[in-house]
């Protein structure tokens, strides 16, 4: 067997740094903002800024009061540093998620040493953290300080010094300020199930520390005392209809199954996923054990206690929004750094023995099927079936490879390389997808080339509406041009002369809806099925009796630096599907 070369805390910390740096940082622009929220969240943090407000968030003008302002914050200091980018609006996650890593690698030097560089670079490789570290969204803002208000207790409980549970109180007002009050739910009821399995009310009670109750309160109050001073609605929109309401009924359109986080799980897990399951199997088995023993059993105090708090940590999130009506994948992601402290727990702990040639096969088999995926992954997105036989041939070529490699590296040298030889093809699928595939994903799923080619046609600078195009499009043209973007399909259609975007062989069905007015087809984006038209303006004999019409600026909406146009008129309502 080959052994393991040791390597010294500066090296493993800088190795960590650069895979963090490579998986996070690299490319955060390849391509465009997408889906509804990314584009959003970075518009609101462009209009706060542009109003130098840190208090309401708003959206085309109207205040967006769904989350919290930490996310908004740290956009505006991006923007305000290095300008309006849709990469600056990715810095706050990626920037989190650095920090995140760096916690638990510190850590684990501390309370568990060997096992620091695993834990780093397991977290850091896994699905979610990379996808959810390069995301302009506020789930890895409450992600990472939640892990780190959970790592903070669990030093208190271990060494009952006030200094870590200081920890807890700091970065659970943090979370809060991502994503409000579920943040010291969770925090509040993993530390609850954890005292009252192991028997120990008393830390439970321990941890209610009067000054770190007004630490936090100080970090949380201002912000909420303020926003629902100026917004009276604050408690009703934020409260009611964002927490209550999402968790309770169906009000947002994400209605899943009772199951569906299991297959999240698992996806969110990968590459590790069949390393990650038995060391969650295996450390519920040793838990239930433990509960069975007599409270005084000699053998029970000598237990760790380290994987019961992650199990409670990584279980009670899925299980609690799995109860919930609304479910997205980024809800359980505060569950994904448990699960992946304890599978480098459970390698470090079985460093020097055999792994299990089914255990091998298969995550030699899911690192060569993610890596062949990905390298055919541009003939999906361009629709291309079937697959010419030379991409095919050289994808099934490359997938193989990469499971002879780890197969046998892992057959030969057990768990010393395991993460070592699985992080390759991962840094292999980041690189393919930046540099090969982000081209691809830009043109069908972002509106960042759509911007463009209105700007190249000379339509950069005229109102626009859509019609059956997608959100996503629409709101990513909102950041992009940096103007309010009207739905024919709400009843938003401007007086004035506009630009229309409508989907491809929607003209006889928006004609209806323009009473005669002039239509002129100027162009088109064929990767996302959407044509352009110049719609004239409303005769003067028929305008309503109103002072301006639907698209004007208004005297306080200022264009920002190297962007678009002024946002114009009044947001349309939140979008409840989002």
Request: aromatic fraction near 14%; proline fraction near 7%.
């Amino acid at each position: 067997m080959i052994p393991k070369p040791s390597l010294s805390i500066p090296v493993e910390l800088i190795i960590t740094v650069c895979v963090c740096g490579f998986l996070f940082f690299y490319g955060l622009g390849a391509f465009g903002l997408v889906g509804a929220d990314e584009p959003r969240y970075a518009q609101v943090a462009r209009e706060m800024l542009q109003r130098n407000d840190f208090v309401t968030p708003t959206l085309n003008g109207v205040a967006w009061l769904e989350k919290p302002a930490l996310y908004y914050w740290r956009a505006m200091f991006a923007f305000e540093t290095f300008g309006i980018h849709d990469w600056a609006a990715r810095l706050p996650s990626a920037s989190f998620a650095l920090g995140m890593i760096t916690v638990i690698f510190f850590h684990m030097r501390r309370f568990r040493p060997g096992a620091q560089l695993n834990a780093a670079l397991i977290t850091a490789s896994c699905a979610a953290v990379i996808g959810f570290a390069r995301g302009a969204s506020t789930d890895m803002q409450l992600a990472a300080p939640f892990t780190v208000a959970m790592l903070g207790w669990y030093a208190w409980y271990e060494t009952r010094s006030k200094f870590w549970l200081l920890d807890l109180y700091i970065f659970t007002g943090i979370a809060t300020l991502a994503k409000g009050p579920v943040a010291p739910f969770l925090a509040g009821a993993i530390v609850l199930i954890f005292c009252l399995l192991r028997r120990d009310i008393k830390s439970a009670f321990r941890t209610l520390w009067i000054p770190g109750i007004f630490i936090y309160l100080g970090i949380v109050l201002p912000w909420f005392i303020l926003v629902q001073i100026r917004n009276p609605q604050f408690i009703r929109v934020f409260i009611l209809e964002h927490n209550l309401e999402r968790f309770a009924t169906n009000l947002y359109q994400h209605r899943q199954p009772f199951w569906y986080y299991i297959p999240v799980l698992l996806l969110s897990l990968v590459p590790w996923t069949f390393f990650a399951i038995p060391a969650l199997i295996d450390a519920v088995n040793c838990c239930v054990r433990d509960w069975r023993l007599p409270r005084e059993s000699n053998d029970r105090k000598l237990i760790d206690s380290y994987p019961e708090f992650l199990v409670i940590w990584s279980l009670f999130p899925i299980l609690f929004f799995s109860m919930s009506q609304s479910k997205l994948p980024g809800y359980i992601l505060p569950s994904i750094a448990p699960c992946t402290i304890l599978t480098a727990d459970f390698i470090q702990r079985r460093k020097d023995q055999a792994i299990s040639v089914l255990v091998i096969a298969a995550h030699a088999a899911l690192g060569a099927l993610a890596l062949g995926l990905f390298m055919v992954f541009p003939y999906f997105l361009l629709q291309r079936l079937p697959l010419p036989v030379p991409a095919a041939s050289l994808a099934v070529f490359i997938a193989f490879l990469a499971f002879s490699i780890i197969y046998l590296t892992l057959r030969r040298t057990s768990y010393r390389f395991v993460q070592g030889v699985t992080l390759i093809p991962i840094l292999v699928i980041v690189g393919v997808l930046l540099r090969i595939d982000g081209p691809a994903v830009d043109n069908f799923y972002s509106a960042r080339p759509v911007a463009k080619n209105l700007q190249a046609i000379d339509a950069d600078r005229r109102q626009v509406a859509v019609f059956d195009a997608k959100r996503e499009l629409r709101y990513g043209l909102e950041f992009y041009r940096n103007q309010t973007v009207s739905s024919y399909n709400e009843n938003e259609i401007p007086f004035a002369e506009h630009l229309l975007i409508a989907k491809e062989g929607t003209r006889m069905q928006f004609e209806k809806l323009l009473d005669g007015r002039k239509v002129e087809h100027i162009g088109g984006f064929a990767p996302q099925h959407i044509e352009y038209y110049l719609v004239s303006a409303l005769p003067a004999s028929e305008l309503p009796g109103i002072t301006a019409p639907l698209g004007a600026a208004t005297s306080e909406e200022k264009p920002m630096k190297n962007e678009g146009v002024p946002a114009a008129s009044p947001a349309p309502k939140s979008d409840k599907k989002k």
